[in-house]
């Protein structure tokens, strides 16, 4: 998979977990069971399990999201597009499992498993970067 598609598969994903509880809330509010400005940042929530672990997973995509970008526009702006291409569906992939299994849940087990997807994510980008290096 090409680096850029990997990019924009990676942005898609961020979106659709984003979906996923902007479409509950949404739904609370048109049908009047909740207020627009019930959601505010930092606040305790009602929210379902789900709901609060889909909003930390795609707030998880947007704090990575931006470092994937660099490395892989960097890799086509810098004329080396390999150096991304090769590893970029790697770090998709687990970035999507890292997700997944934070929808799932978040006991001691599975908190692990994430902190191994993540560590395989950096582990990745710090590799791209070090292909990168003039």
Not at 37 to 54: I, L, M, Q, Y
């Amino acid at each position: 998979m090409k680096g850029i598609t990997a990019l924009l598969l990676f942005a898609a994903w961020t979106l659709a977990l984003m979906l996923t509880y902007v479409f509950y809330r949404t739904a609370l509010v048109m049908s009047g069971q909740k207020r627009a400005d019930s959601w505010t940042r930092g606040r305790p929530t009602e929210d379902p399990g789900f709901v609060v672990r889909a909003q930390h997973a795609h707030m998880n995509c947007v704090e990575n999201l931006p470092i994937f970008a660099a490395i892989v526009l960097s890799a086509y702006a810098l004329g080396k597009p390999a150096a991304a291409d090769g590893l970029a569906s790697y770090v998709l992939g687990a970035r999507v499992a890292q997700s997944t299994v934070h929808l799932i849940g978040v006991n001691h087990q599975l908190v692990f498993v994430r902190g191994t997807l993540f560590t395989i994510q950096v582990a990745l980008f710090l590799y791209m970067i070090w292909e990168l290096l003039p």
